[in-house]
């Protein structure tokens, strides 16, 4: 075989298997007879955006460890700030957990629980433990002192319990405006952990909620919210990124004032790739500013934006696995992650053949009306695959970089005189180039071997050079789309003072190729489908695609070597 198979590049160095400290934890756990063994987790998200693949990282830790030890995981929206959520994300968030491969157990939403939540708050009131501040948001902040210096009490920290219970009452029925009143728990203004120096556990909002519209007008923070809901599905083990870490000791505390289900917390570190943003908000900026064509955009790592890529779940979850999880947080190359997309891919993806800045070959010496099926091997890491025919004729499309009419030393592919292998096809040997007007090469003029069909030399004489090609009476007309790295750093949001990550953004993440040749195999593929340009990369059917006019995403290149090859043939 020659250079045409591809070979994945270097292996990560870490090993698929890698130890757990959650799944430790949790074996620990059904050890010891911790909630009679039971397992249960919960994926929170919060429907203000598409996931990205460090939700695919929490998803997979999510449902995995559930899987893992015959537990359930729960969907459940983190629906609490009615500003920025919408109903087009949770169907979203649902379809592309799905697409991953997993099923939820039950599906939920924090807005579920606004009334149990509203009743539990009034319960902390009448227990001391919660109070009505009309202190500002600015003056909060001002009161909360800082990490060397302790916070001042709320003048209103000690009213009355009977004028905080009131008043709660009516901040619920709409009876003061945005802003101007809090209900806070009361815990210690002194503490080292600025979480406990009174936080705010609901703040007015007259804004319609996705669900439950104007039902409310008070809404509870994420920090009383999320461990209570937790609580309420009897969650065993709820895991969560990081910077979590300081509001643990408070979902301990509102959970053990309350006396409810002791669900609890354990956090692990947060997915960073290199060249990649990963932040709903700064993805959403993307977006709305028409910095990418939207949520899907084959270049946003959002799940939906991967998936019209070219990406599989597998090539994710395989990704996924690999990281593995740890305490500190750390940053992850994208080759790691375009390793594991080339793995799956190389695998499962049909080889076929596409020409994408074509080059008119003629065999002068190939009869005019013959036209000549070629066996071609669908994927030669599948057998099952099968083979397909590839029409061989006189006139030709091979990729323009596969000549040189003045080769540079180890450049052993088409140039006048040399003879190369056509894939599946013939041996031919550059006889002549026809350029225009200004001196472009437009056609090149070859004699073919009759006796080679298939590539063999029956003589035993040796070509160097086998490439693609494409029958121009039978080719499709395609358009590909070649993407690069969205970003030029590799930390996307190391800026200039002033600037910000949108500075980083690369002007060449999209390059688009129109009048590229396809073999007619390819003339009514599906969108969706995967496949392996011979030599080129893997790429996959966009949607844009229309009937006999196919449009192509590049996934990724075949791989770092073959660059490595190219680069050392030009030199
Ligand atoms: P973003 O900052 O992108 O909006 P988020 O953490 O606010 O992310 P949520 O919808 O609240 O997004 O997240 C749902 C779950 O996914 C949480 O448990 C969160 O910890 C986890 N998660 C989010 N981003 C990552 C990431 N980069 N790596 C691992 N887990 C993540
Ligand atoms: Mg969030």
Redesign the pocket.
Known sequence: MNSLEPNSGAMPEESSERSNFIRDIIIQDIESGKHSGRVQTR????PN?YL?I??A??ICLDFGLAAEFGGKCNLRF?DTNPSKEETEYVDAIMEDVKWLGFQWDGLFYASDYFEQLYEWAVQLIKAGKAYVCDLTADEIREYRGTLTEPGKESPYRNRPIEESVDLFERMKKGEFPDGSRTLRAKIDMASPNLNFRDPVMYRILHMDHHRTGDQWCIYPMYDYAHGQSDSIEQVTHSI??LEFDNNRPLYNWFIEQLGIFPSQQFEFD???ITFTL????KLLTLVQEGHVSGWDDPRMPTLTGMRRRGYTPEAIRNFCANIGVSKTNGVTQLSHLEYFLREDLNKHAARVMAVLRPLRVVIDNYPDDVVEEMDAVNNPQDESAGSRKVPFSKVLYIEQEDFREDPPKQFYRLSPGREVRLRYGYLITCTSVVKDADGNIVELHCTYDPETRGGNTPDGRKVKSTIHWVSEAHAVDAEVRLYNNLFTKEDPNEVEEGQDFTSNLNPDSLEVLTGCKAEPFLLDTVPGTRYQFERIGYFCVDRDSTPGKPVFNRTIGLRDTWARIEQRENK
């Open positions: 994926f929170p998200p919060e955006g990205h460090g939700h990282k929490a983190d969560c990124t947060r997915l960073s990963l932040s709903k908000r």
